[in-house]
Nanobody
Framework: QAQLVESGGGSVQAGGSLRLSCAAS????????VGWFRQAPGKEREFVAG????????RYADSVKGRFTISGDNAKNTVYLQMNSLKPEDTAVYYC?????????????????WGQGTQVTVSS
């Protein structure tokens, strides 16, 4: 069973950057796909980015392409989300999630394990 802990959230002005981290228990990253999701107040949780080492794939939501980069360190069991050129509409609670598969899914129901979330607030 995987346990995930996010960190790195905070408050920034528009145009700024943040790097989120998702630390996983156990050596799971080589066997799991990990996704980042976000949920703004009053909105559904949405896919942001995902990575699969075993499947060799990375996916991004169109809204973050060119601004966000997902990466990982297998030795540290940590997945990162580098967020640049942040916009007020990026404000949300960001969650990382893991699924035991090679594929990077974009829907929440495909993921088995979730972190507690970290708040990102972007002011204009």
């Amino acid at each position: 069973q995987a346990q995930l802990v996010e960190s790195g959230g905070g408050s920034v002005q528009a145009g700024g950057s943040l790097r989120l981290s998702c630390a996983a228990s156990g050596h799971i990253l080589s066997r799991y796909a990990v996704g980042w999701f976000r949920q703004a107040p009053g909105k559904e949780r949405e896919f942001v980015a995902g990575i699969s080492w075993s499947g060799g794939s990375i996916r991004y939501a169109d809204s973050v392409k060119g601004r966000f980069t997902i990466s990982g360190d297998n030795a540290k069991n940590t997945v990162y989300l580098q967020m640049n050129s942040l916009k007020p509409e990026d404000t949300a609670v960001y969650y990382c999630a893991a699924q035991y598969t090679m594929l990077v899914a974009t829907t929440t129901q495909n993921y088995d394990y979730w972190g507690q979330g970290t708040q990102v607030t972007v002011s204009s």
